[in-house]
Every structure is written in C-alpha cells, then in structure tokens.
C-alpha cells in the first residue's frame, strides 16, 4: 500500500510541474490562434514540438518500477490533440515514442504506441467536437481512456505475460488518477482562459457601442459658444459631460423667428447605443415641430404622441422646453417630467422654478402638457439641467442636491453663464471627488441682457459719447 501511495504522490508532482508549463504556454500569443481557431501550419508544427517536449518531460519525471517506468507522458500528446487535432497529436505522440523506444525495457514498444494513441484518441476527439475545446469532464475522461488503452497494449504486446498483468494491476488506478488529475488542471486553465477572453470580447465590445452612443450623442449638440454672436439681448451657454455609460442627455436652442428664441434639455431613459438612438430622434421632432404661433404645451404634445408610436422599449424623456421673446424677456415654458430649473434674479437669491406636474414624453399618448410664463429681466438668468447634476454622487453615495444646486449659485447674480456652468461643474466635481460619474451632466444657462442695452448701446447719440470718452 505504502508504494502504491508513493507511485501516486511522484505522478502527482510530475503531473503539477507540467501542469504549470502549460499554463505558462497558455499564457503565450501563439496559444491566441488556438482559441480564435486559427490553426495554421506553423501554429501545427509549434504544439507538436512543444507537446511533444512535455511528453519527453513526462518521461524524464517518471521513475522505474518493477521494470517499468511509470509517468505521465501520454498527457502531453493527449493535449495536443485536444486543441491541434489528429495531425498535432499524433506528431507529438512520436516524439514522446521515439524518446520512449530509445530507453528500453519490455515494455517500450507498448508504451510508444500506446503514447502516439494518447495523440490520436484528442485528436479525433478535437475533430468530433468540431475544434471545440471538450471541457473539464471531457478531458478527463480523454485521459482515462488512454490510460486505459495503454494498459490493453501493455498486455498485449509486452512480455512476459505475467510480468505485464502484474505491471498493469500496480500501474492502472494510480496512473489514471495521476494524469486525469493533471488533465483536469490543465483543462481548467483552458476553460477560465476562454471565459476570459470571452468576457474581453464582450467588454471591448461594450466599449465600442459606448463609444458610438457618445459619438452619436455629442454629435447631435451644439458646442459652438456664443452661438449667436450677432444677438446681444441674450448670453446663452450649454455645457454636456457624458458620463463612461452613456445615457440620452441633449440640449439645444435654435430661432422659431426672428424674435423667439426656443431652448431645451432632455434626459432619455436607460443607457448606451438605445439611448443615444431615442435622443437623436426626440431631438430632431422637438426642433420639426417648433414653429410660429405654436405653445410649448403643445410642442410636447404632439412629440409625445408620435414617441408613443411603436415605442417597443418603452423608452421615455423628460424635457424642459421654453422660448423666449427677445424684445421683452417673456418666456413660455413646459415642463415633461424634467427638473425644475433654477431662477437667478440678478438682485435676489437663487430658487426653483414653480412647475406643474407633467408626465415625461413617450409615455402615454394624448397626455396633456402646462404652459407657464415668467419674464426675465435684465441681468436674469435661467439654469436648466438634468438629473446628472443633483444626483451625482461620492464614494459614500451622498447625492450632490437641489440644496448643494442652489449654495453653489449664491453670490452669483448676474455673472456670465459661462462662469455659472464652470461654478456649477466645479462643484459638482468636488463634492463626488474619485467617485465614477454615472449619469451624464447637462446644464444650459440663458441670461437676458435686455433689448434697451442694445438699443442704447448702437445708437449714434450712444456711440459719439464713446468717441468722445476716447479722444
């Protein structure tokens, strides 16, 4: 018993070095082509001289028993097989046998054959799987197969008979054992190896539509500031931070005549390509519909109605729309669902925005939508942004706020919407420190200068007051 336990534990560390030899190929670029299916010619010849080594190695680590040598040799050309096929495994089989044949004993001419059969047994299984690696199981049982069929050769070739069956009932379990184990770590590592590059594949895969829906969501914005330049009774800027998962933010702003200016900001539902897809189609029928002589209300009226239609995934906006008349500050606004922005007076302190109640568009169809009014006066700037802003949050999860929002604005009456939006970001930034950002930032901040600067400011009286300051 005592040598049976013996034999065991030197197959064992044998079966562990080459264990770990493998694992080191497997680590290896050429080992890439096997798993990608790219088996070529040199590929054939690289895995039948390095399995073919390892059979050497099996050999070499075995030690001599009763006359025999038992080892874990039929385990490298068996693997060769399994990932090269018949051609590879059987290729490493006869250098495993040649090596074999040249030590010697009774039972050479068994042990080489049996060693290229070991080859041939993965290489047909390798060919009945269609190239497909066979998994943990099957690769065990590949093993005790050919240690099995290695036995059967033993006693029908080897002789004395006697010697062979007393050979063969000492050798057969511990050698079964011994490479089966081996080729369960071995397989083992194969398995995690292909997990892993799958799950490599799906990531650069994910990052590639990440990187479209942004692509497609940025594209879709304008980053032009100031986009009116020609325009001073208004100060308007937008800034858009996609966050690593894209989600469906967008904002724009464009003339209905010559004196209404519409702007808006949207937020849509769910994340990626999806997300970015739904944007760029509610942008583009929020912008169709606007016009002459049409409320907000009913802007987002009849975009809902047509988001509604085929709407298989559900998806939904939430969206902030006003238009302002640039000749008295007045602006009509609507709200679907969306944040309340933020009023900034030029004298008093920031505060929210009074809405009412509305559903998010592409929920329902005929849902009904408020038109509100307020007017800006000189110096007055509206904020609007999405939920990015307020629900960022740090690595303790603590949400940045409407009440963080509003701190961050105070003392900022009447300054530029550009250094409101660097104030609001800078903020924001601070408070979620190294936290990942997980929802895209949109903010649009529109500031009315007043119609009688501009007046003042190109009339002849005005502008000969100037030159005279000059000179």
């Given at each position: 018993?005592?040598?049976?336990?013996?034999?065991?534990?030197?197959?064992?560390?044998?079966?562990?070095?080459?264990?770990?030899?493998?694992?080191?190929?497997?680590?290896?670029?050429?080992?890439?082509?096997?798993?990608?299916?790219?088996?070529?010619?040199?590929?054939?010849?690289?895995?039948?001289?390095?399995?073919?080594?390892?059979?050497?190695?099996?050999?070499?680590?075995?030690?001599?028993?009763?006359?025999?040598?038992?080892?874990?040799?039929?385990?490298?050309?068996?693997?060769?097989?399994?990932?090269?096929?018949?051609?590879?495994?059987?290729?490493?089989?006869?250098?495993?046998?040649?090596?074999?044949?040249?030590?010697?004993?009774?039972?050479?001419?068994?042990?080489?054959?049996?060693?290229?059969?070991?080859?041939?047994?993965?290489?047909?299984?390798?060919?009945?799987?269609?190239?497909?690696?066979?998994?943990?199981?099957?690769?065990?049982?590949?093993?005790?197969?050919?240690?099995?069929?290695?036995?059967?050769?033993?006693?029908?070739?080897?002789?004395?008979?006697?010697?062979?069956?007393?050979?063969?009932?000492?050798?057969?379990?511990?050698?079964?054992?011994?490479?089966?184990?081996?080729?369960?770590?071995?397989?083992?590592?194969?398995?995690?190896?292909?997990?892993?590059?799958?799950?490599?594949?799906?990531?650069?895969?994910?990052?590639?539509?990440?990187?479209?829906?942004?692509?497609?969501?940025?594209?879709?914005?304008?980053?032009?500031?100031?986009?009116?330049?020609?325009?001073?009774?208004?100060?308007?800027?937008?800034?858009?931070?996609?966050?690593?998962?894209?989600?469906?933010?967008?904002?724009?702003?464009?003339?209905?005549?010559?004196?209404?200016?519409a702007f808006l900001l949207g937020d849509v539902s769910g994340k990626g390509?999806?997300?970015?897809?739904?944007?760029?189609?509610?942008?583009?029928?929020?912008?169709?519909?606007?016009?002459?002589?049409?409320?907000?209300?009913?802007?987002?009226?009849?975009?809902?109605?047509?988001?509604?239609?085929?709407?298989?995934?559900?998806?939904?906006?939430?969206?902030?729309?006003?238009?302002?008349?640039?000749?008295?500050?007045?602006?009509?606004?609507?709200?679907?669902?969306?944040?309340?922005?933020?009023?900034?007076?030029?004298?008093?302190?920031?505060?929210?925005?009074?809405?009412?109640?509305?559903?998010?568009?592409?929920?329902?169809?005929?849902?009904?939508?408020?038109?509100?009014?307020?007017?800006?006066?000189?110096?007055?700037?509206?904020?609007?942004?999405?939920?990015?802003?307020?629900?960022?949050?740090?690595?303790?999860?603590?949400?940045?706020?409407?009440?963080?929002?509003?701190?961050?604005?105070?003392?900022?009456?009447?300054?530029?919407?550009?250094?409101?939006?660097?104030?609001?970001?800078?903020?924001?930034?601070?408070?979620?420190?190294?936290?990942?950002?997980?929802?895209?930032?949109?903010?649009?901040?529109?500031?009315?200068?007043?119609?009688?600067?501009?007046?003042?400011?190109?009339?002849?009286?005005?502008?000969?007051?100037?030159?005279?300051?000059?000179?």
């Amino acid at each position: 018993m005592k040598d049976i336990v013996d034999l065991v534990v030197k197959l064992i560390n044998s079966m562990a070095v080459m264990s770990v030899i493998a694992y080191v190929l497997s680590r290896s670029r050429f080992y890439d082509g096997y798993l990608q299916k790219q088996i070529t010619w040199k590929n054939q010849l690289l895995l039948i001289l390095v399995f073919g080594l390892l059979s050497i190695y099996g050999t070499v680590s075995g030690f001599k028993f009763m006359g025999a040598l038992a080892n874990t040799r039929d385990l490298g050309p068996a693997l060769a097989g399994l990932f090269g096929g018949p051609i590879a495994g059987v290729g490493a089989g006869i250098i495993g046998a040649i090596h074999r044949y040249s030590l010697g004993g009774f039972t050479c001419v068994s042990c080489s054959l049996a060693t290229i059969v070991s080859g041939l047994v993965g290489g047909l299984v390798f060919l009945w799987k269609r190239g497909e690696f066979v998994g943990v199981t099957g690769a065990v049982v590949v093993a005790a197969v050919n240690q099995v069929l290695h036995s059967g050769l033993t006693l029908l070739i080897a002789q004395p008979f006697e010697k062979s069956l007393e050979i063969v009932k000492m050798f057969t379990l511990p050698m079964i054992a011994a490479n089966a184990i081996g080729m369960a770590i071995y397989a083992s590592i194969v398995v995690n190896l292909v997990k892993q590059r799958s799950w490599e594949h799906e990531k650069h895969t994910i990052e590639g539509e990440l990187n479209a829906a942004r692509e497609i969501q940025m594209s879709m914005v304008p980053k032009m500031f100031p986009p009116f330049p020609g325009r001073p009774e208004f100060e308007l800027s937008a800034v858009l931070e996609p966050a690593k998962e894209v989600g469906g933010d967008f904002y724009d702003f464009f003339f209905v005549d010559d004196h209404h200016l519409a702007f808006l900001l949207g937020d849509v539902s769910g994340k990626g390509i999806p997300a970015s897809l739904f944007m760029a189609v509610t942008k583009t029928l929020l912008k169709s519909e606007a016009g002459e002589n049409i409320g907000v209300d009913q802007i987002l009226y009849k975009v809902n109605n047509e988001l509604c239609e085929g709407n298989d995934m559900s998806m939904f906006v939430t969206v902030f729309c006003g238009i302002i008349d640039t000749r008295t500050g007045r602006v009509e606004y609507s709200s679907a669902g969306h944040n309340p922005p933020v009023l900034l007076r030029r004298t008093d302190n920031p505060e929210f925005l009074a809405l009412n109640g509305s559903l998010p568009i592409g929920t329902f169809e005929d849902s009904e939508y408020t038109k509100e009014t307020l007017t800006l006066g000189k110096g007055d700037t509206l904020i609007v942004y999405s939920d990015g802003v307020t629900e960022a949050m740090n690595k303790d999860q603590a949400l940045f706020s409407e009440e963080r929002l509003l701190k961050s604005l105070q003392s900022s009456n009447g300054h530029h919407p550009d250094d409101l939006l660097k104030k609001i970001l800078a903020e924001v930034h601070h408070h979620a420190a190294d936290a990942p950002q997980s929802d895209d930032i949109t903010i649009l901040a529109i500031q009315y200068k007043g119609l009688q600067d501009v007046i003042e400011n190109s009339s002849p009286r005005k502008q000969e007051r100037q030159l005279l300051e000059v000179s």
